[in-house]
């Protein structure tokens, strides 16, 4: 069973910075595709970013220029670097896997973190 947790997040000014960790059991992005999801109260979960089992990373909009995805398979563990934060930000960020990138874009990943809260103060 493939376990994901997710750290890094907490309370920063706008304009800040936070690095957000996706640490996984076993080897797995080598052969996974990553995608990181964001859900405010009251608003649907919306997809940040994704990559690819070849290190190929696509965006949403808001967050180009400001957010990384990126891996790292000899610790097994992936990131979100998060720079120049915004308020519109504040969300709980949750780390989602699976073989398929399609899967993991439409929001049905077959593993999922816990998720860790992030909020932007203006």
């Known amino acids: 069973q493939v376990q994901l947790v997710e750290s890094g997040g907490g309370l920063v000014q706008a304009g800040g910075s936070l690095r957000l960790s996706c640490a996984a059991s076993?080897?797995?992005?080598?052969?996974?595709?990553m995608g990181w999801y964001r859900q405010a109260p009251g608003k649907q979960r919306e997809l940040v970013a994704a990559?690819?089992?070849?290190?190929?990373?696509n965006y949403t909009d808001s967050v180009k220029g400001r957010f990384t995805i990126s891996r790292d398979n000899a610790k097994n563990t992936g990131y979100l670097q998060m720079n120049s934060l915004k308020p519109e930000d504040t969300a709980v960020y949750y780390c989602?896997?699976?073989?398929?990138?399609?899967?993991?874009?439409?929001?049905?990943?077959?593993?999922w973190g816990q998720g860790t809260q992030v909020t932007v103060s203006s």
């Open positions: 076993g080897s797995i992005f080598r052969f996974n595709a």
């Open positions: 989602a896997v699976d073989p398929s990138l399609m899967k993991v874009v439409a929001g049905r990943g077959t593993y």
């Open positions: 990559i690819t089992r070849g290190g190929i990373t």
